[in-house]
């Protein structure tokens, strides 16, 4: 499975345009392109960084869509009255323990990895992350996509809120720290978002 973000910095006066907009427009269009098996977009409200991710069955579905997709970005990106970039990622693992709600929020961490660690890094996702997470109250599910070219990697974990989050963020904290040092990653930058659309149907891979 792979994957494409388009990362908007948004106006945060037209986020809610922007997310009407995704979810009337851009989520129906890409239901009707080969391969394609969702969509997400996560916000945060206070900077305006708005990260919509798209799901493919394979690679050539990804690499087919470039076209048809870059004037739903174009357009998306002047409904959020923002700039844009895009990243390809490879969706190394995902794991639900059951589907998001309303008032879901999602903490991603970017990591960067030696290339020779991509496969242990994976490993340790979900041999030791994924278990661990698993016994924290409020976890609903995680990700981990790959950049190879890039040495990165980013992990996604969405709460039944962030209330939820908050009540385990110590224990989450401390998880993540060891899980990084055994992976023998770096921790780029980590960020709380608002998970305003749920619809990747990425099957389970962990």
Not at 153 to 161: F, I, K, N
């Amino acid at each position: 499975m792979y994957a494409r973000s388009t990362t908007i910095m948004a106006h945060p006066s037209f986020i809610d345009a922007g997310i009407k907009h995704m979810s009337d427009t851009v989520m129906p269009a890409l239901a009707d392109y080969e391969g394609c098996a969702g969509l997400s977009l996560l916000v945060d409200r206070d900077s305006g960084r708005c990260i919509a991710t798209s799901s493919w069955m394979d690679e050539d579905a990804l690499r087919g869509s470039e076209g048809r997709v870059r004037e739903l970005r174009d357009r998306a990106t002047e409904m959020f009255h923002g700039t844009a970039t895009v990243e390809r990622w490879d969706i190394a693992a995902l794991h639900r323990d059951h589907p998001s709600a309303r008032g879901s929020c999602v903490r991603v961490t970017w990591l960067k990895l030696e290339p020779g660690h991509m496969t242990r890094a994976v490993d340790v996702f979900k041999l030791t992350a994924l278990p661990h997470m698993e016994e924290l109250d409020g976890f609903c599910s995680a990700s981990m996509m790959i950049d190879h070219a890039a040495g990165r990697a980013v992990v996604s974990v969405t709460w039944d809120s962030r209330e939820s989050f908050e009540r385990v963020q110590a224990a989450a904290d401390g998880m993540r720290t060891a899980v990084t040092r055994e992976m023998g990653a770096t921790v780029i930058e980590t960020c709380m978002f608002d998970l305003a659309i749920a619809h990747l149907h990425v099957p389970e891979m962990a």
